[in-house]
């Protein structure tokens, strides 16, 4: 009998060994799904968000920056003087106008866009315009 009782004592350590052996593999490959799972949270974590958004004067600087001159061909000549308007009831106050040009435009102290000097580098008034997000400055 003593020796049917060591049979079974050796079968049940080996058995707990083996057993604890592929706990621990468990485990192991537990953690690094685990690592995987986060790595991949966050990578869909960045996705969501997006590239970061150009703010509306980085969208207006690039409207503003003047495209590569033809290499043959007459040019136009560029108009040195605009007059521009702004209608402050559909102005958002983004001061997308005031950083293309400063020189005609400022914010006002209820953070709405005024023009301050009626003329100005006609290219940049109509940059500004163009940049825009609610349409609120007028070239004239």
Known sequence: MSRMVDALRKR???DTREMESRLDRMQADLRDLERALRDVRQEVAKLQAGPPTP???DA???LATPAP???AGPTKPASTAGTARVDEK???GCATCVD???TVFRMAANAKAVV???AGPADK???AADACPVSCIHVE
Request: charged share 10%; proline share 4%.
């Open 12 to 14: 049940i350590v080996g």
């Open 55 to 57: 703010s509306y004067a």
């Open 60 to 62: 207006a600087r690039a």
């Open 69 to 71: 001159a033809a290499a």
């Open 90 to 92: 559909e102005c958002i």
């Open 100 to 102: 293309l040009a400063p």
């Open 116 to 118: 301050t000097g009626q």
């Open 125 to 127: 008034i109509q940059a």
